[in-house]
């Protein structure tokens, strides 16, 4: 009953480390992101295998308990793990290119209405600066300028 445990456990790893991959493809183009990630991963991954091993044979350590893990990971490997993982990288890729479309949209919405409100003048561009008689008080203001620093 333990050596199925391991193996179930072997399978529930590998399922997560496929999930995992699939997540940093999406979102994580960085190889240092993903080495971080991976030695997260096997850092959990580790404490989980030892809290079981704890947890359900008084902390003995026994090789079939490996054994089993690596059997679970690799018949999960030759089954579903590829299929699943491929699938949870679909489903994300999906998700995302959604995501990206819509701030696209909704960007476009904002940006056309700003055109909208500057095309019936309620907004103007460069309130300030677009008066003729600011622009000459600036250059007579540069004059005076360069006179007090000849003196």
């Not at 055109?115 to 600036?138: A, D, P, T, W």
């Amino acid at each position: 009953m333990l050596f199925g445990l391991s193996v179930g456990m072997g399978a529930a790893l590998y399922l997560c480390y496929e999930l995992l991959a699939a997540l940093r493809k999406v979102f994580f183009r960085h190889k240092a992101v993903w080495n971080a990630l991976d030695v997260l991963y096997w850092i959990g991954a580790g404490f989980f295998v030892f809290y079981m091993v704890y947890r359900f044979n008084q902390g003995i350590l026994r090789s079939f308990l490996f054994l089993g893990n690596f059997l679970g990971a690799w018949i999960c490997s030759r089954t579903a793990g590829r299929l699943l993982g491929r699938l949870i990288g679909r489903l994300l890729e999906i998700c995302v290119f959604h995501i990206k479309n819509m701030t696209k949209r909704l960007l476009f919405f904002l940006g056309r209405c700003n055109i909208l409100m500057y095309s019936l003048r309620i907004l103007h561009k460069k309130q300030f600066f677009g008066n003729k008689r600011v622009r000459q008080g600036e250059k007579v203001k540069k004059k005076k300028d360069k006179k007090e620093n000849k003196e």
